[in-house]
């Protein structure tokens, strides 16, 4: 299925590893013309010029946090320069910390909120004007099945992502007559470092390895393993495309069946 995506551009959030650049990949191999941003450094760049190299697209790279409070406007502006226009965005960067959700501190959830919601609401309010106007945009967040069944020690992501959720619903019936579509993706349990971290973690609370976490956790998944990267990248570029046009204000999950609830 041609997705008509050749020529468009996107700004890719967490790009250089995981599920961002999953993601990426599969709007680069769909003809787009990319800004990937990351904290940046090494692995940022090696991603640009992997994926410069593998699909033949224009590429550029912004270093960022998401978690400082000056970073949005810096990466819309840079964004909009180097590629003259952004027509997709796809919100990602990496996830707040595990904790005893009993035992949080306020410090942290000032960073968690900057980094899970504020950051990618101002990115998405700076970019909107120019979608609208020109009767095309597409807006995906890639957040967590956490905002449908939160895990114990992920209180600061569930809490966080569920603000942008909140938002995202409010903003997609106002920009649809626009040619303007916003979405997101749930993820569940995707082999990528973060969630290898996780297990770590996990491992370390529990007395055991990350090996038995993983076996674990695989089993209680109904697809019986961890996805790929690559299962939730090429639903976002569905998700980008033209054809998806009538799909807004959705958020699916992408987790081998693991969410068991109606949504
Ligand atoms: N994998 C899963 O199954 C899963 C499940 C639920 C939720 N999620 C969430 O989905 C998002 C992506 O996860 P992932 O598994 O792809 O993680 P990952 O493999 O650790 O990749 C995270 C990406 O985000 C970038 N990043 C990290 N902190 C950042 C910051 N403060 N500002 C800007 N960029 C930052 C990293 O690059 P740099 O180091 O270069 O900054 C990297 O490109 C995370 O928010 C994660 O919590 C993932």
Same mark, same amino acid.
């Given at each position: 299925m041609d997705l008509g995506l050749r020529g468009r551009t996107a700004l890719v959030g967490g &790009?250089?590893?995981g599920l961002g650049r999953a993601s990426a990949e599969r709007l680069a191999g769909e003809g787009c013309r990319l800004a990937l941003w990351s904290r940046g450094g090494e692995g940022l760049e090696r991603a640009a010029e992997e994926i410069r190299r593998t699909y033949s697209v224009e590429v550029v790279t912004i270093a960022g946090?998401? &978690?400082?409070?000056?970073t949005a406007a810096r990466v819309a502006a840079e964004a909009t320069r180097a590629l003259?226009?952004?027509d997709i965005l796809v919100l990602n960067a990496g996830g707040p910390p595990t904790s005893d959700a009993t035992q949080t501190d306020a410090a942290e959830w000032r960073r968690s909120f900057q980094l899970l919601a504020i950051t990618p609401i101002e990115l998405a309010t700076l970019l909107l004007p120019g979608m609208r106007e020109r009767g095309w945009g597409r807006i995906v967040a890639i957040m967590s099945s956490g905002v449908r069944q939160p895990s114990p020690e992920l209180g600061y992501s569930s809490a966080g992502r569920s603000a942008l959720q909140a938002w995202l619903k409010t903003i997609a019936p106002e920009v649809i007559a626009n040619g303007v579509t916003v979405n997101g993706v749930l993820p569940g349990r995707l082999d990528t470092a973060r969630v290898a971290s996780l297990d770590r973690a996990r491992a370390e609370r529990a007395g055991t390895t990350p090996e038995e976490v993983r076996t674990k956790l695989e089993a209680s998944i109904p697809a019986g393993r961890y996805g790929a990267p690559d299962e939730l990248g090429a639903y976002v570029a569905w998700l980008c495309?033209?054809?998806?046009?009538?799909?807004?204000?959705t958020f699916v999950p992408i987790d081998g069946g693991m969410l068991r609830a109606l949504p």
């Open positions: &790009a250089s590893a946090d998401a &978690a400082e409070p000056e003259g226009q952004v495309s033209d054809p998806a046009r009538y799909q807004t204000g």
